[in-house]
């Protein structure tokens, strides 16, 4: 193995390890604290981003886990061949990567939005005295939920890409 490909697969798994981890988190603890807040999750959801830059770091560490497992892809499939694809070990890889672009995808379309946005109405809220509107309330609320089932849906497909990656290579004694 050469040192390109152990750097790939450490990038790789490092970066799958964070945004997994990351989304499990978010579905199983934060969320559910962040909407029990009420209004004031939204102000959590803000530090979240702004302080600390989750979702750049979050959509950093995604992007990284993706390129890195399409030049793994490509190395391991000797350059998309049929036969590999095909294979039990190809098939799985296959589906567990094509499920991690899904997620990805969901991600950056659905949550970095939502989250850019809820982080604009906490601003505009903080900048008119920290009292919202009914209709800033809403659209939080709706974001929120929103970003709660999508993130819901991407913890499902990270957690069948992260079985199949496991999987993948005892299912023909590889």
């Given amino acids: 193995m050469n040192t390109y490909i152990i750097i790939l697969r450490l990038i790789h798994i490092l970066c799958g390890v964070l945004w997994a981890g990351g989304i499990f988190m978010l579905h199983l603890f934060v969320i559910p604290a962040i909407n029990a807040s009420g209004p004031e999750g939204g102000k ?3 530090q979240l981003s702004a302080t600390n830059h989750f979702t750049t770091v979050m959509t950093s560490a995604a992007t990284l886990n993706i ?6 892809y490509w190395n391991i499939s000797n350059g998309l061949s049929p036969e590999w694809i095909h294979s039990p070990y190809g098939t799985t890889v296959t589906m567990g990567g094509l499920l991690a672009i ?6 950056i379309t659905i949550n970095r939005p939502g989250v850019n946005r809820i982080t604009k109405i906490g601003n505009d809220i903080a900048a ?9 309330v809403a659209e939080m609320t709706s974001i929120r939920a929103r970003i709660a089932v999508n993130t819901r849906n991407m913890a499902v497909l990270l957690a069948i890409t992260v079985a199949c990656m496991a999987a993948a290579r005892y299912l023909n004694g590889v």
């Fill in 44 to 46: 959590v959801m803000r």
């Fill in 67 to 72: 390129i890195a497992g399409l030049l793994l």
């Fill in 102 to 107: 899904v997620a990805y995808i969901l991600g």
């Fill in 128 to 136: 008119a005295g920290g009292k919202p509107t009914e209709s800033q």
